[in-house]
């Protein structure tokens, strides 16, 4: 929970810069957000705050010095992350601490977007996609400039990640849905930051009674196989609201000062989510694990899909460039053998449920079973039992870390979920091949 308090700060700070700096000297929101964030970063962390201010430093020094080359940008990828690596070495515990790499993981994508941003705003632009012309950067960053994009205090600590040109936008009074006014984005930040305490108190309400320490307490081993199962169900569906609460007040805070304006809809309406992290409803509805991924970490997975994956189109490959996304995402999370293998997971389920959701589709017999009315509301209970229990089971590892603690549960209850989408992975393309007709998988060919 303590966590969850890091953003509160930002609330005032953005008041303050929305009621007082708003078309202010662009140099003054510079130093404005670079002196709340330091602020932040040594009230948490003391003389560690060094740590983030030396690799601001070393990428303005990269970016004034290398210029816009690719030289540049692998030099930046390998010092942030080599930097951020050695941090989580000489700083691990088998524990969830609250430490100064907390927030410098979110610093090092920042900063290696910014150099690939940078890189971009070199090209012509007809050789640039429309997502990279968006997010090239076509001036030359100052010092300050680089400081107050790293140091936002309502992103320095856990995110929303944003880029160089929506920080610029800011700088300038341009992120409002009234030009030359300041933004209405009073009650849709409010909103954010209810729904986030919502969150709060429904997990410090939860939390006392599905702990991580009863996970592998002997209590729980002596428990029979389908309580330990419904267990994790319940866990895991309880762990990742600490998680929720974060991103929305924070997402509030981006919001109340401009930085989450997102054009307007079809409807000429403005819209508030471009730091939106989470979507809430998709998130306790969607009975799919690729939902949950969708509605969960947006602007993570948005600047792994922009600033990686898309990046490794070179290899003709699209499965080996998501093992590899997946890979870089789990080791940026952290050295411990759970994020390995949490993501691992993850790649497995995702492959096995696509390949299910194409023979429910194609194959006439369950095509016509998952048709009937009356059972539909049985099926999508048991979607969601099936969906919460492995997703909690593919937490357990990102949340214990340990190697003798996350063997320890998936033992107890027989490595069920490797054992059944493994299984799965091997069999389904026979199951495939006798339930599907010869026509249909012709159609499907064309």
């Known amino acids: 929970l303590y966590s969850c308090l890091f953003p509160y700060p930002g609330y005032p700070f953005a008041l303050f810069q929305r009621y007082f700096l708003f078309q202010k000297e662009v140099y003054l929101i510079h130093l404005f957000n670079t002196l709340t ?45 080599t930097y951020l690596m050695a941090g989580y070495y000489f700083t691990a515990t088998e524990n969830y601490d609250i430490k100064w790499t907390m927030p ?27 997502e990279q012309k968006q997010f090239a950067v076509r001036g030359v960053p100052t010092l300050l400039e680089v400081s107050g994009f790293s140091y936002f205090y309502g992103a320095f600590m856990v995110g929303p990640q944003f880029s160089m040109t929506d920080y610029q936008k800011l700088a300038r009074g341009e992120k409002t849905d009234v030009p030359g006014q300041r933004p209405n984005s009073l009650v849709p930040a409010v909103k954010r930051l209810i729904l986030g305490l919502f969150f709060l ?154 390949q299910v959701m194409d023979l429910m589709q194609d194959a006439p017999v369950l095509r016509a079973w998952a048709s009937i009315t009356i059972l539909k509301p049985l099926y999508y209970v048991l979607q969601q039992a099936i969906h919460w229990m492995f997703m909690g089971y593919s937490l357990v590892p990102f949340c214990l870390f340990a190697w003798d603690k996350w063997v320890k549960v998936y033992t107890s209850i027989y490595f069920v979920g490797h054992i059944l989408f493994l299984t799965l992975f091997l069999t389904l393309p026979y199951i495939r091949r006798a339930l599907v007709p010869r026509k249909e998988k012709l159609k499907k060919a064309e």
């Not at 609201?241 to 304006?261: A, D």
């Not at 993570?300 to 996304?325: I, P, V």
């Open 201 to 354: 108190v429904t997990y410090a309400l939860l939390s006392p009674y599905v702990s991580d320490e009863y996970l592998i307490s002997d209590a729980y081993l002596e428990q029979p196989f389908w309580f330990r199962c419904f267990y994790i169900l319940i866990w895991g569906k309880v762990i990742l609201y600490k998680y929720v609460t974060c991103w929305l007040v924070t997402e509030g805070v981006c919001i109340l000062v401009g930085l989450g304006y997102n054009g307007q809809d079809m409807s000429g309406k403005p819209k508030w989510d471009a730091c939106a992290n989470m979507k809430i409803w998709l998130f306790e509805t969607t009975p799919f694990f690729t939902g949950t991924i969708a509605s969960f970490n947006i602007n993570t997975n948005a600047w792994m899909a922009r600033y990686f994956f898309k990046r490794l189109k070179f290899l003709g490959n699209k499965l080996l460039s998501q093992a590899l996304t997946l890979f870089f995402l789990a080791v940026w999370h952290g050295l411990h053998s759970g994020y390995l293998v949490c993501f691992q997971m993850e790649f497995l389920i995702v492959i096995v449920e696509r």
């Open 104 to 130: 410098h993981c979110v610093l090092t994508l920042k900063l290696i977007g910014l150099a690939i941003d940078y890189y971009d705003g070199g090209k012509d632009l007809e050789v640039l996609t429309d």
């Open 37 to 81: 964030g330091l602020s932040i970063a040594y009230f948490n962390f003391g003389m560690q705050f060094t740590h983030s201010l030396l690799c601001i430093l070393i990428q303005f020094l990269i970016l004034r010095l290398m210029g816009r080359t690719v030289t540049a940008v692998l030099t930046t990828f390998c010092f942030q992350v």
